[in-house]
């Protein structure tokens, strides 16, 4: 007997919000969610900002989720980085969202000898942090990132990424990282850890078929592909793998009718 689908792991960008602005009906479907008493969570592989950051950008545009409701790639490496070295030491390049997570599970952050080099999202990467990481690698600390999305977007346009920096990093120490966001399964599996659910009770709502789908899929949930993003019909037939429903936006998702 199939069991119920009553948990969503839901992406941000592209499912809820274009930037600064609320796609429409995306604050309806997660009323629902609410008032049928659903357990959910807003994803972003985006590690720039803390909870309480991102709750009150949704809010700018229309959506009230309270903090706790929301999970990020940054918070998804804490609990890995916890989970492998307890109490460990890292040198960490990114933004509060980053640092505050990593500090939340009692790392400390230092350029002496650390166990670990993460690598975030910034809003301006040097090439002095660059510099420190390729030699702190080379010493022998292990290499993570927290995403592997090669372009972000700026109000100024388009900017070099996580996955980006990463390249570069990987190109001078011959090291590759570890990427723990999206597609990798182990942030829905977190994910589904935080909320206290399991995959096959769960569906994962996303934009993209490389990221949102195939890490759903990976993580044995069901998935639904919004055609609000980035991923057409026609970009969809492109892979391998498919969707269990592909639905032209969140406003029209009725969750009974996934159950």
Known sequence: MAKVKKNYLIDMDGVLVHGTNMIPGADDFINR????????????????????DLAHRLQVTGLNIPEDRLFTSAIATASFLNNQR????????????????????????????????????????SIEQITIAVRLITAGARFIATNPDPIGNSEQGLVPACGAMAALIERATGVAPFYVGKPNPLMMRSALNYLDVHSEE????????DTDVLSGISS???????????????????????????????ADIIPKELD
């Open 220 to 250: 044995g949930m069901d998935t639904v592909l919004v055609l609000s993003g980035t991923t057409d019909r026609a970009g969809m037939d492109k892979f391998s793998y498919r969707p269990k429903w592909v639905i032209d936006s969140v």
């Open 33 to 52: 969610l609410i008032e049928e008493k659903r357990k959910f969570l807003i994803l972003t592989n985006n590690p720039l900002y803390t909870t309480r």
């Open 202 to 209: 769960s569906i994962m709502i996303g934009d993209r078929m």
């Open 86 to 125: 307890p109490n460990g030491t890292a040198y960490v390049i990114g933004e509060l969202g980053l640092s505050e997570a990593i500090h939340s599970v009692g790392y400390t952050q230092t350029t002496s000898n650390p166990d670990y080099v993460v690598l975030g999202e910034t809003f301006a990467y």
